[in-house]
């Protein structure tokens, strides 16, 4: 029997929701404003394109790290630690500069952001 495409969705409907609804609760309103646009577009971009199986794992697998981050969890945090430093790792010197223009920006317009190694 094959799975209707409603039913394939609804895991990663609930996924979303679980976003939106953390966005809701831990987020002040611009950043909520930010976050929820966001989700909204990357969701809807994969649900409406041609998504392969290993794009969708390593999709669902992101943004279930981020739920864990935003609710506190302390594996997904170590998680998302160590892949902000694997993709610092990976950037060439241009990136680097560009990165650290917009650290400089940042502060000039919201005062001192955290150091990214």
Do not use: C
């Not at 495409?5 to 966005?23: D, E, S, T």
């Not at 611009?30 to 976050?35: C, V």
């Not at 864990?68 to 945090?77: F, K, V």
């Amino acid at each position: 029997m094959a799975t209707s495409p409603r039913r394939a969705a609804a895991p990663i409907i609930q996924l979303f929701r679980a976003v939106l609804k953390l966005h809701r609760e831990r987020l002040p309103p611009p950043m909520r404003d930010l976050g929820d646009s966001y989700a909204r577009a990357e969701f809807r971009s994969h649900l409406r394109g041609k998504t392969t199986q290993p794009q969708w794992r390593s999709f669902v697998a992101e943004w279930q790290t981020y739920v864990g981050t935003l609710r506190g969890e302390e594996q997904a945090t170590a998680n998302a630690d160590q892949q902000l430093t694997s993709v610092l790792e990976s950037l060439n010197p241009d990136q680097r500069k560009r990165l650290e223009e917009l650290q400089e920006e940042l502060k000039r317009r919201d005062g001192p952001a955290p150091p990214l190694q």
